[in-house]
């Protein structure tokens, strides 16, 4: 049983920055890649970015690429989304996804553990 924390979101000017952190209790987060995924109101929660378990391999949504960056620090048990140039289109609940094999990393149901999410408001 893994259980994922999500923090660092907020409200932001477009052009800003924010980064948002998730924490994974137990002892086997680096044997998971880990997602981030969004979901705006009244829309289906997306793909924004994926990392490897030991963060060689990272992949991004076309709408982020460039922009966003995730990371994670398997000694702290947590995945980072840097996020810059913020858009008032990345409005959105941030979600933290852990997956066990990593072979669908697109697909929601393809993760094993979610976060409870962080509110992300971009303001224009």
């Known amino acids: 049983q893994v259980q994922l924390v999500e923090s660092g979101g907020g409200l932001v000017q477009a052009g800003g920055s924010l980064r948002l952190s998730c924490t994974a209790s137990?002892?086997?987060?680096?044997?998971?890649?880990m997602g981030w995924f969004r979901q705006a109101p009244g829309k289906e929660r997306v793909f924004v970015a994926h990392i490897s378990r030991g963060a060689s391999n990272t992949h991004y949504s076309e709408s982020v690429k460039g922009r966003f960056t995730i990371s994670r620090d398997n000694t702290k048990n947590t995945v980072y989304l840097q996020m810059n140039s913020l858009k008032p289109e990345d409005t959105a609940v941030y979600y933290c996804a852990a997956d066990r094999n990593g072979l669908t990393m697109t697909i929601t149901r393809a993760y094993d553990y979610w976060g409870q999410g962080t509110q992300v408001t971009v303001s224009s």
């Open positions: 137990g002892r086997t987060f680096s044997s998971y890649t």
